[in-house]
C-alpha cells in the first residue's frame, strides 16, 4: 500500500490542447518517471460560424470540446500554431571564464532577438532555453503582446486556466531528438495536420530550424502532387538550413505511423539520399490505437509534449518566461541589514551613519548606471568586432585566378596535339568562426574551394592520361573525369583549397619535359 502512494504521488495528470485554423487536437495522459500513459484524445474541426479572429466564439467553442474529451483535464498545457511566434535558433558567446551567467544570458538572448526581429519591444514576450554544455546554442522564441493576449482571452471564454503556453514544434522535436540520438546525425522532421505542413531540423540534439507552409492534404485532388510538393520543400529546407556547410542529412522522419507517412517518408528522403523514419511516440510508447492517420500528425506532437513534461526538460513557456535575475538583490538586503545594525548600535553614531549610508546608495546607484551602461557597449563591440571579422576574413578568400591559370598552362600538351573548347572556374569560401573560450578568443578559419572545369579534344588518348598526371602530380588539384570517356575527347573537374598555387601548381620535369614532348608526340 506504501508503494502505491508513492508511485501515485509522483503520477500527473496533464492535457496538451491545440488550437489552429483547422480545428482543435487535444490529448490528456498519465506523466510520471516511467513515461506517459495515454487516458484520451480528441480531434474537432472548427465550425464555420465561428469567427477565426473573435477569441469569445472560438473560446465557447473549445469549452464544447474540452468537455467532448470527457477525462480530467490535470494540467492544461495550451499549444499554439507555428505562426504564431518567431522561433530563432542562436548562437551566444561564452563568457571568458567560461559559461554564461543567467543575468548575462538573458540579456544577451533579448539583445539578439531585438536586433532581428520586426516586433515593437514593448509587451513583446520573449522566452528562450538555455544551452545544454559548451556548444553556446540557444533557442529563443518571441510572441508578440497582442497574440499573447488574444490566447488569454481564448483559455478565458473556454474556461480553461493553462499553466503554459507553447508551440507544438518543441513537443515534435522531443520525439525527433530520440532519433537523432540513436542515430548520431542531422534529421529532418516532417509534421502534417489537416491545416498545413511543417519541417523541423533537428541538429546537435536540439530544434535547429522550423517553418510551416499551408499546404492542406485534402485540398490537393491528386496525392502525388502534394507529395511531390511536401519533397520539394522538405529539400528546399534542408537547404537554407545547412547552407554551405558541408553536412549530410542522416533521415527524414514523418510523425506519424501508417502507409501514408511511410511513403511521404520514403518519398522525401528519396530526393535528399537519406533514410526515412516514421515517429509513433517514444520508448515504446504511442497513440493508442485507432486514431486516424490524418490527425496523427498533431497529435504526435502534443505526445511529444507530455514526454517533455515527464522528463522535466528546460522548454519555452510564454506564460512564465525566463528573466534575467534581480543581481542588486544581495547588494539591497545588505544595505538594509547595515542599517540595522547602525541603528541598534546606539543613537551616538546616528548622524555618522546616515551620512555614510547614502554616500553609498548614491555609489550604487552610479556604479549600476555606469555597469549597464558599459554591458550595453560592450555587447555593441562584440557584435560589431564579429561583424568585422568576418568581413574583412570574407574578403581575405580570394582566389588567384590569373595564378591557377598560369600553373595550369604549364602543363598543358604541346601545340597540336590538344584543343581547349570550354574553360570556368567558381570558388565558394565562407568564414566560420571556431570558439575556443570565448569570444573574441576563438579563431577564424577560411574553408575555400576552388573547381575548374575545362574540356576539349586531344590527338590521342594517351595526351589526356598525360595531362591528367602531370596536373596530379603538382599535388595542387584533385582530378575528377567528366562526360563520356571518349579517346579524342577529354572533360576534367579540378577542385583545390589554396588561393594561389604553391610554386608550380602542377608537377613537371624541367630536365626531361621538351624531351618527351619532342619525342613522343
Known amino acids: 500500500m506504501g508503494n502505491e502512494r508513492t508511485l501515485m504521488a509522483k503520477t500527473r495528470v496533464i492535457t496538451a490542447i491545440e488550437v489552429d485554423r483547422w480545428g482543435a487536437a487535444m490529448l490528456t495522459g498519465e506523466v510520471s518517471s516511467g513515461g506517459v500513459r495515454v487516458l484520451g484524445w480528441h480531434v474537432a474541426s472548427r465550425p464555420t460560424n465561428v469567427g477565426q479572429g473573435d477569441a469569445a466564439a472560438v473560446g ?132 502534417t495536420t489537416p491545416g498545413g505542413v511543417e519541417f523541423l531540423v533537428i541538429e546537435s540534439g536540439g530544434l535547429g530550424a522550423s517553418r510551416a507552409i499551408d499546404l492542406e492534404p485534402e485540398s490537393s485532388e491528386d496525392t502525388e502532387a502534394w507529395s511531390s510538393r511536401v519533397a520539394m520543400e522538405a529539400r528546399r529546407t534542408w537547404m537554407s538550413h545547412v547552407g554551405a556547410r558541408n553536412v549530410e542529412l542522416d533521415s527524414v522522419a514523418v510523425l506519424g505511423e501508417g502507409p501514408e507517412a511511410r511513403a511521404l517518408a520514403e518519398r522525401c528522403a528519396q530526393g535528399l539520399s537519406c533514410m526515412p523514419e516514421t515517429v509513433r511516440g517514444l520508448q515504446g510508447q504511442g497513440l493508442p490505437d485507432g486514431v486516424p492517420e490524418r490527425y496523427q500528425g498533431s497529435l ?18 510564454f506564460l512564465n518566461p525566463r528573466k534575467a535575475p534581480d543581481r542588486a538583490a544581495l547588494a539591497r538586503k545588505a544595505v538594509l541589514i547595515g542599517s540595522l545594525g547602525l541603528i541598534v548600535l546606539g543613537s551616538l553614531f546616528y548622524v555618522v551613519a546616515d551620512q555614510s549610508l547614502s554616500g553609498l546608495r548614491r555609489t550604487l546607484t552610479l556604479a549600476k548606471s555606469e555597469r549597464a551602461a558599459l554591458e550595453t557597449e560592450y555587447a555593441g563591440f562584440l557584435v560589431e568586432h564579429a561583424r568585422t571579422s568576418h568581413l574583412e576574413e570574407w574578403r581575405a578568400s580570394r582566389v588567384d585566378w590569373v595564378a591557377h591559370l598560369d600553373g595550369l598552362s604549364r602543363v598543358w600538351p604541346t601545340p597540336g596535339t590538344a584543343v581547349l573548347d570550354d574553360l570556368s572556374g567558381r570558388a565558394s569560401a565562407r568564414p566560420e568562426y571556431a570558439p575556443k573560450k570565448g ?28 595531362l591528367r598526371d602531370r596536373v596530379l602530380r603538382g599535388e595542387v588539384y584533385t582530378v575528377e573525369s567528366r562526360g563520356a570517356d571518349t579517346p579524342d575527347k577529354f572533360a576534367f573537374r579540378l577542385t583545390t583549397t589554396m588561393q594561389t598555387p604553391a610554386g608550380r601548381p602542377a608537377a613537371e620535369d624541367p630536365a626531361s619535359a621538351p624531351e618527351s614532348k619532342g619525342a613522343g608526340r
Open 60 to 191: 465557447a467553442w473549445l469549452a464544447s470540446e474540452v468537455r467532448t474529451l470527457g477525462t480530467s483535464r490535470g494540467r492544461v498545457v495550451l499549444v499554439v500554431p507555428r505562426h504564431e511566434c518567431v522561433i530563432k535558433h542562436l548562437q551566444v558567446p561564452t563568457a571568458p571564464q567560461g559559461a554564461v551567467s543567467a543575468e548575462d544570458l538573458a540579456g544577451i538572448v533579448r539583445l539578439q532577438m531585438i536586433r532581428q526581429l520586426a516586433l515593437p519591444l514593448e509587451g513583446t514576450t520573449i522566452d528562450y532555453v538555455p544551452p545544454a554544455g559548451s556548444s553556446g546554442a540557444v533557442l529563443a522564441a518571441a510572441m508578440p503582446a497582442e497574440r499573447q493576449h488574444w490566447w488569454n482571452e481564448v483559455a478565458t471564454a473556454a474556461g480553461i486556466k493553462p499553466a503554459r503556453l507553447t508551440v507544438g514544434s518543441v513537443g515534435a522535436a522531443v520525439l525527433l531528438s530520440d532519433i537523432h540520438d540513436r542515430r548520431g546525425g542531422p534529421v529532418l522532421g516532417i509534421r
Open 300 to 317: 504526435v506532437a502534443l505526445l511529444g509534449l507530455l514526454f517533455e513534461e515527464a522528463a522535466g526538460r528546460a522548454s519555452l513557456d
Open 439 to 466: 569570444y573574441p578568443d576563438g579563431q577564424w578559419k577560411r574553408p575555400l574551394t576552388a573547381i575548374f572545369d575545362f574540356s576539349g579534344k586531344v590527338k590521342d588518348r594517351e595526351v589526356s592520361s598525360d
